[in-house]
C-alpha cells in the first residue's frame, strides 16, 4: 500500500511539477465541529460492514447448498478497516515515517525534486489537511518578503477545495482531482468480477473457484482534471455584478459573499437548511436574493472572514417566505418523478416479457370451419390488430415457439427460488410532510421533541445556526475560531426562524486547544474499531461499568429525513461530553507506553531539503557541535527568506535528522536503503501573529491578475450552442464510427476524394459531422507521418489536431524557437512549437500561414486571442474544411466559416 501511495504522488508531482514548494498535508485532529461529522462516519462505516459480512455470509451459504462454486473466504487480516485513516493509530504513524524516507529518497535520486523545499506534516499535527496548508497560505501572504504572483495548485477531493482557493483571493490558484466518472463498474463482493451486483451472484465456474488466487478485473488508469479559479471567478463577475449600488462595486468582496451563501446549502460543519437543495437551484435562489437585498443594507454581507448577521437574517428571511412554496413544489416534482419512473418500469417490463400464449386475437389458433364474425367496429379493430401485432412481433426469432402455451408471460429464469412479485418498493412515512399546512409544528416536534408552543426553542436553535454560521466563515478565511465549538443538534431550523436575530452578538472562546490524537480516536470511534486503540482505553468502549459507555452504542437509527438512500440520512448518535470524556481517559494515561505517548503527543511540520539548494547549508549548520540529546531542543531559528523563495518560517533540529553521506533506512521491505543521504531535514514552524491579526481577505498589491479566459459570446446566456450528452464531466464522449470501407459504402465512392463538405472539420478533435469523430478532419486524407529526411523534415498529418487534409511541417533549424507559423486546419494544424507551413483547414481551406510573434503560446482551443496580424491568401480564407469560403476581413472578431470549435462550425481570431 505504501508503494502505491509513492506511486501516487510521483504521477501527480510529474503533472504539476512544482518549482518551489511542495507541501504534504495529512488530516490531524480536527475541530469539534467536524468531529461530530467523522464520528456519525465511522460509526455508520462500521455498521454498514457488520451488515455486509452478515449478508455475504448468507448469501454464500445459499450458494454452496446449490451447488455453486466460490472463491475461498479471505483471512480476517486481509480486511483493510478505513477507520484506521485517523489521527493517533498505527496506520497513520507508519504512513508518516514511509513519507520520510520517500521525501528523503526522491530528494536523493530524482533531479525534478533538486531545488525545491518540502514540507511535511504529519497526523501528529492538529488541523484538517487542506486547512493546515490554507493556514500556510494565509501566513506566507502577510510576510512583507512573499511573491504576490505565486502560482499556487492544490490537489484533494474535496468540495470545498473551490471555496478555499476563493478564500486566499490569491490571483493564479488551481485545483487538481481524480476525474470523477459516474456509474464505473464494481466487482462482486463474493467473486470479484464484474457484470454483478453480490445479491444476483452465481458463482464461479468450478476449475476458476478452486484456483488460489482469482484473476481481478484491470482497473482504468486514474485521470485528473484541473479547476482553474480565475476562469470561475470570470464567471462570478458576471453572475455576480449589480449596477447602481450606492457603494463602490468590489468584485473581491462579492466572491466573498457567494462563498458564504454557499455554507447555508451543506458544508462539513452544519446541516443544511430544510428549504435549501442543490439540485432545486438553491445557489441561485441565494444569489437572487442577495442582489436584491443588497440594495436595502448598503453594505456587503461579509468583510475578511467577519459576516454581517444584519444582513445575514434579512435574506434568511427573504427566504423563509418562499417556504412554502418551495416545499409544494418538491413535492409536485417528486410525485412527477415517481409516476415517470413507473411509467418507465411498466415499459421495461413489457419490452423484456416473454409472449404468453395467445388465447383471443388474430393471432389465436382457430378452427379450420370456423367462419370470421361480422366487426361492429371497424376502425377500434384495426387498431387493436395493429397493437397485437407490435406485441407479437416481439416473439419472433426466439426458438421458443412451441414453449410459448408452456410458459406463463414474464416469468423469471431465476436460479431456483421462488417468484415474487413485483411490488413497489415501501418508502418510510414522512411524518412530517412538509407541503402540507402545519409542517414547521410537526417538524420541530418530530426532530427536535419540542411541543409546538415552545417559539424560544426555534430561536435557540436559529441562533446557534448562525452561530456555527459565522464560525464556518472565519475557519475559511481566518483560521479556526474555536477548537471547542460544534453545533449541537442533529438538524437545522428553518429560514423563517431567523427573522429574531438580527441584533445577535456573537463570539468565541479564545485560547481553546484540540484534542489530543487518542482523545479523538475516543471521540469518534466505534467499539468495533477498538483494535487501534490501546488496550485500556478500548475497554472503555464496552465495559457496561464505564463512565462513558453511552457514546458507543452498538445500534442507532438513521433519520432519512426525507431521503431515499441510507447514507443520506441523519445518524442519531449521542453527541460526546468532552469534559467527562476527558476525565474518563485521564484515569488510563498512565498505562500508555512510550511508543503510544508518542504518537498521542502534538508534533511539528517537517521542513526537508537537497544539497543542491541555497538554504541548505543554513539549516545543516544548526546540527553543527550538537549531541543526539540535544536535537530535539525548543530554540527556534528564523530562516532567511531570500534563500527559501521568500518563505519565512522558523526551524528546530530533530533527531529525524540523517547526517551528509549517512545512510537513510527503509521502513518497508519493497525499498531499499538510501545511501549517501544529501537532504536534510529540520522541525518547521510558521510565522507566529499576534491573537488579534486579521489576514486581510484582498488582493495583495503587485498582483496580476491572468489574461482573461473567457470571450464575450461565453457570457452569452442565449447564445445558441450545439448540443451534445454527456457523461460525468469528460468532455471527450464516445460516439459512432464509420471506417473508410463503410464511407465508401454509404457515400458509394471508390478512389475518389469524398465531397467537400464532408468529414473536414477541424477544432476539438471533431471532423465532418456528428456521427463522425476522428483526429483532423478528413478520414480518408489524414497523414500519419511520413518519412523522416536528413534536415529534419517530417509530416505531421497536420499537426497536433490537423483538420481536413492537415498542414504540412516542416522543420527546418533556422528559427526553431524564434518565429513560429502555424495553420489552422484544426486546433493545433500545422507544426508544434516549430516554424510550419501548410494547407489549412482541409479540401479547399487556406493554403496560407500564419506568422506569431516570439515567444505568443501555441494557440488553444481553435481561439486566437493574441494582438497581432494575421496572413492568409486564396482570399483569406480561415480553415474553411467542412464548408463553403467565405471572405470577412474585419476588426476585432472576425468568423469564418469552418475551422474552429465544431466540423463546418465557426472560427474565431481577434486582430489589431
Known sequence: MMVAIFEYIDRIFSIVRPRRLLYMAIDGVAPRAKMNQQRSRRFRASKEAAEKAEAMARLRTELTLKGYHLPPVKAPEEHFDSNCITPGTPFMDRL???????????????????????????????????????????????????????????????????MLGLATHEPNFTIIREEFKPNQ??????????????????????????????????????????????????????????????????????????????????????????????????????????????????????????????????????????????????????????????????????????????????????????????????????????????????????????????????????????????????????????????????????????????????????ASYAEGLCWVLHYYFQGCASWKWFFPYHYAPFASDFSQIGDLKISFEKGTKPFNPMEQLMSVFPAASRQHLPEPWGDLMEDPESPIIDFYPTDFRIDLNGKKAA???????????????????????????????????????????????????????????????????????????????????????TDKVVAEKGKVLSPIHACQPIPNNVAVVVRWRDPVYPDDHIYPAVKLPGAKDPERVLRPEDLVDNEPRQWRPQAGMARSNQRAQLAQSGHRMVEHYANIRPPQNYGHGGGQDRGGYDGYQQHGGSNFYQNQGGEVPSGLYHHRGGGGFSGGNGGRSYITGINQADYRYSSYGGRQSGGYYTDSYGSGGGRGGASGYHQQQRGTPMHQRGEHHQHYQSYYSQGNTYGTAGGPRQTRPQQGYGQYRGGGHFAGGWGSYYRQ
Open 567 to 653: 447514507w443520506m440520512g441523519v445518524a442519531l448518535l449521542p453527541f460526546v461530553d468532552e469534559k467527562r470524556l476527558l476525565e474518563t481517559v485521564a484515569t488510563v494515561y498512565d498505562q500508555l507506553t512510550p511508543e503510544e505517548r508518542r504518537r498521542n503527543a502534538r508534533g511539528d511540520n517537517y521542513l526537508f531539503l537537497r544539497k543542491s539548494h541555497k538554504g541548505y547549508a543554513f539549516l545543516r549548520g544548526l546540527y553543527e557541535n550538537k549531541s543526539q540529546r540535544m536535537l530535539n531542543d525548543t530554540v527556534e531559528h528564523a530562516i532567511p527568506p531570500e534563500s527559501y523563495n521568500g518563505m519565512a518560517g522558523t526551524a528546530l533540529t
Open 96 to 162: 508518516a515515517k514511509c513519507l520520510h524516507y520517500y521525501i528523503h529518497d526522491r530528494l536523493n535520486n530524482d533531479p525534478g525534486w533538486r531545488n525545491i523545499e518540502v514540507i511535511l506534516s504529519d497526523a501528529n499535527v492538529p488541523g484538517e489537511g487542506e486547512h493546515k496548508i490554507m493556514d500556510f497560505i494565509r501566513k506566507q501572504r502577510s510576510n512583507p518578503a512573499h511573491d504576490p504572483n505565486t502560482k499556487h495548485c492544490l490537489c484533494g477531493a474535496d468540495a470545498d477545495l473551490i
Open 185 to 462: 463498474p464494481k466487482p462482486c463482493e463474493l467473486c470479484g468480477q464484474l457484470g454483478h451486483e453480490m445479491k444476483d451472484c452465481m458463482g464461479l465456474p468450478k476449475e476458476v473457484a478452486s484456483q488460489a488466487q482469482i484473476e481481478k478485473p484491470l482497473g482504468s488508469e486514474t485521470e485528473f482534471i484541473f479547476i482553474r479559479l480565475n476562469v470561475l471567478k470570470e464567471y462570478l463577475m458576471k453572475d455576480l455584478h449589480i449596477e447602481g449600488l450606492p457603494f463602490k462595486w468590489s468584485t473581491e468582496r462579492a466572491i466573498d459573499d457567494w462563498v458564504f451563501l454557499c455554507f447555508f446549502v451543506g458544508n462539513d460543519f452544519l446541516p443544511h437548511l430544510p428549504s435549501l437543495e442543490i439540485r432545486e437551484g438553491a445557489i441561485d435562489r441565494l444569489v437572487r436574493i442577495y442582489k436584491e437585498t443588497i440594495h436595502k443594507t448598503k453594505d456587503y454581507l461579509t468583510k475578511d472572514g467577519f459576516a454581517n448577521i444584519s444582513h445575514c437574517c434579512m435574506i434568511l428571511t427573504k427566504l423563509g417566505e418562499a417556504e412554502d412554496e418551495i416545499f409544494r413544489e418538491r413535492q409536485i416534482n417528486e410525485e412527477k418523478f415517481k409516476r415517470r419512473q413507473k411509467e418507465r418500469q411498466a415499459m421495461q417490463k413489457q419490452e423484456y416479457a416473454q409472449p404468453a400464449y395467445l388465447s383471443a386475437g388474430q393471432f389465436a389458433p382457430r378452427a379450420l370451419n370456423d367462419s370470421p364474425s361480422a366487426i361492429a367496429d371497424a376502425r377500434n379493430e384495426v387498431f387493436n390488430q395493429r397493437r397485437q401485432a407490435m406485441e407479437f412481433s416481439r416473439g419472433l426469432h426466439t426458438g421458443a415457439d412451441l414453449q410459448l402455451m408452456l410458459q406463463p408471460e414474464g416469468e423469471d429464469k431465476n436460479r431456483g427460488e421462488k417468484r415474487k412479485l413485483n411490488e413497489e418498493k415501501e418508502e418510510p412515512e414522512d411524518e412530517v410532510r412538509l407541503w402540507e399546512v402545519g409542517w414547521k409544528e410537526r417538524y420541530y416536534e418530530s426532530k427536535f421533541d419540542v411541543s409546538p408552543e415552545n417559539l424560544s426553542f426555534r430561536h435557540e436553535v436559529a
